[in-house]
């Protein structure tokens, strides 16, 4: 793109954001999460989409989120998305459950149309829904996920809206995101947890042959998962769907795909101690990284 192009596209570009105080010109990809289990969702979105610029931030300074109120994680949550803004990002995708349940539909309702009209916030709910309804054969599916995110019912209310019929049974496994976070996820103390939780969902529903992992930190249970279930019970994480979901909404979104950056970048924002962040974030990607550290 030539010089004068470029300037009249980002005036473009400013023109339509002219509502808000954020950067108009294009940037990174925002993907948060209260923790460490968005890295998860990252390192597919990554491998799917290579190319563009992204920003991770870790709200680890006050995860979990799994067990507060719907208030608190909508406050937290809409501060990330502003912060994230604030360095540019037009699209954010909140990469936790319980953020997307209990926060992303009151932002994308009430708080873009008054503060970001041209920004768009994105969830991992409805992603992983539409893929699962497709994967089930007995119409009875599982739902592992953090206290929070069950008791919202999120998951219930797309499975109803997108696919009537399905009975979905849910399980919330409070221990599994501190065992991992504390790197215990492959310690006979995690087998308890991961046993006890899968008994427990099977027993309510014995015809399920489809379980969600509806919370980002359980891929790194995946195989503990895979020891306690019965032949033919298909476990289905959710980095993949999201990632597929997010390279269509792009295809769907030229107005947005121009908004995003390409230059394969990845920064990493927590709110906690950076020297935390980044030998815990090892777990979760096998890799150093360095993190900056920021305040909300
Ligand atoms: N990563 C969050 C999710 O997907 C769970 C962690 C937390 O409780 O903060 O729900």
Known sequence: ???????????????MDDKTKYPTVPGAIGVFDSGYGGLTILEQIRNTLPEYDYIYLGDNARTPYGTRSFDVVYRYTLECVTHLFSLGCHLVILACNTASAKALRSIQQRDLPRIAPNRRVLGVIRP????????????????????????????????????????????????????????????????????????????????????????THYPLLLEKIKQYIPQGVTVVPQGHIVAQS???????????????????????????????????????????????????
Not at 189 to 196: P, Q
């Open 128 to 215: 992983t829904v539409e893929a699962v309804g497709k994967l089930t054969h007995t119409r009875h599916i599982g739902l592992l996920a953090t206290t929070g995110t069950v008791q919202s019912e999120s998951y219930p209310l797309e499975i109803q809206k997108l696919h009537e019929g399905i009975a979905i049974t849910s399980e919330a496994c409070p221990m599994w995101v501190p065992l991992i976070e504390n790197n215990e996820h492959r310690s006979e103390g995690a087998d308890y947890f991961v046993r006890k939780n899968l008994q427990h969902l099977l027993a309510a529903d014995p015809l399920i042959d489809t379980i969600m992992l509806g919370c």
């Open 246 to 296: 997010l390279a269509d909404y792009l295809r769907r979104h030229p107005e947005m795909d121009v908004r995003c950056t390409r230059g394969g970048s990845c920064r990493y924002l927590t709110t906690e101690s950076t020297e935390k962040f980044s030998s815990c974030a090892s777990i979760f990607l096998q890799q150093e990284v360095q993190a900056e550290h920021i305040d909300l």
């Open 1 to 15: 793109m030539g010089q004068e192009s470029q300037t009249t596209h980002l005036r473009i570009l400013g023109d």
